[in-house]
């Protein structure tokens, strides 16, 4: 006879009666990956033309650099790196909510077409409007969010529900991906090049001014998201369940959803409409804790550490040819994508 050994969990309680459920394999997951992040952060902050030690850079980030590696880490090459952590944690946790709310593995940001909205959105401002860097932000952040609206409304039916969502996504990426070609058959040769340079995703010459909305958006969001952690994992037993438990279903599942939509449209204009990392994050994060439920902290973490990872094989792993970071996301992407396909139609669920 077999056995199986019950997941040992712990709850923490803070004086204020809110209470924390904690996984000690999820916290082990957590701890590494953010252990991971920073390492490749470092190595990251390193690489370039002008190669910086692992041990210099920590010196630097800790205010006892030269003054040439002051400049060249600190105005340089960090912004691009937090640039990517905060993409890369904002596309992970998105993902792992659009994933969680529609009750399956493809429902991520690049399927449902959010990524593709907020592409229009910077296209428009660039094709049409021969934007300035700022206004192109503003427009795929703008992009981003009618593109979610329109999901959500369109899915609407007494509630929004798994595969309704993840179909009418699909369809509304098709549309908005249309609109894309659209509009850059009419944009002159300099507009189209701009266009398809940010349609790849990348974080080249990203500076302080993308670093700050993007740090605060997720300072707001973070907490409010995993402080409803609890609804979304009673949500996935159903909504009757999770009503008969006390949770306003629909109340909560709109806020989740505005809150990825957000993460992911400031995450797409910050650094343009990197591909798959929210489809695999969770994925990945999922397979590392083995826990049920929506792992959003390890989600987080781990989209985190797969961008400035990517980041780092898109100027090193070429040779003397740098990648933008959206093109490596894309064909790790791609390979997990059709290796999710197989698998789900294995085990029967497609």
């Known amino acids: 006879m077999k056995t199986t050994a019950a997941r040992t969990t712990r709850t923490l309680r803070t004086p204020g009666g809110l209470s924390l459920r904690t996984d000690p394999r999820s916290l082990v997951v957590v701890t590494a990956l953010v252990?991971?992040?920073?390492?490749?952060?470092?190595?990251?902050?390193?690489?370039?033309?002008?190669?910086?030690s692992f041990g210099d850079v920590v010196k630097t980030l800790a205010g006892n650099g030269t003054a040439g590696q002051d400049f060249v880490v600190n105005?340089?090459?960090?912004?691009?790196?937090l640039v990517g952590l905060l993409v890369g944690a904002s596309l992970g946790l998105g993902g792992a909510l659009f994933q969680a709310v529609s009750r399956n593995p493809l429902g991520s940001p690049d399927v449902l077409g959010l990524s593709q909205g907020a592409t229009t959105g910077a296209l428009v401002v660039i094709v049409l409007m021969s934007g300035s860097a700022a206004q192109v932000t503003v427009g795929a952040l703008a992009g981003g969010l009618l593109t979610g609206l329109a999901i959500y409304l369109l899915a609407w039916k007494q509630g929004v529900h798994g595969y309704r969502l993840v179909l009418v996504g699909i369809g509304v990426s098709a549309v908005v991906t249309a609109v894309n070609g659209y509009l850059l058959?009419?944009?002159?040769?300099?507009d189209a090049t701009r266009a398809v340079v940010w349609m790849t995703g990348s974080l080249n010459g990203r500076d302080w001014s993308q670093v700050r909305p993007l740090l605060a958006l997720c300072a707001v969001l973070v907490p409010l998201v995993l402080g409803n952690a609890r609804g979304l994992r009673m949500m996935e037993m159903g909504d009757d369940v999770a009503h008969a438990l006390g949770v306003r279903v629909e109340r909560v599942r709109l806020l989740l959803m505005v809150s990825a939509v957000l993460l992911t449209a400031a995450a797409t204009a910050a650094a343009g409409p990197v591909s798959f990392v929210a489809l695999t994050a969770p994925q990945l994060a999922r397979r590392l804790t083995r826990s049920p439920g929506p792992n959003l902290l390890p989600s987080l973490c781990?989209?985190?550490?797969?961008?400035?990872?990517?980041?780092?094989?898109?100027?090193?792993?070429?040779?003397?040819?740098?990648?933008p970071v959206g093109v490596v996301t894309?064909?790790?992407?791609?390979?997990?994508?059709l290796w999710l396909l197989v698998t789900e139609r294995r085990a029967g669920r497609i």
């Open 302 to 323: 781990m989209g985190a550490a797969l961008l400035v990872t990517a980041d780092w094989a898109s100027q090193r792993a070429f040779g003397s040819d740098q990648l």
């Open 330 to 337: 894309g064909v790790l992407g791609g390979v997990y994508l």
């Open 185 to 190: 058959t009419k944009a002159d040769f300099v």
């Open 35 to 52: 252990l991971a992040a920073c390492v490749a952060s470092v190595v990251l902050i390193g690489t370039g033309d002008f190669p910086i």
């Open 75 to 81: 105005e340089l090459r960090l912004p691009r790196v």
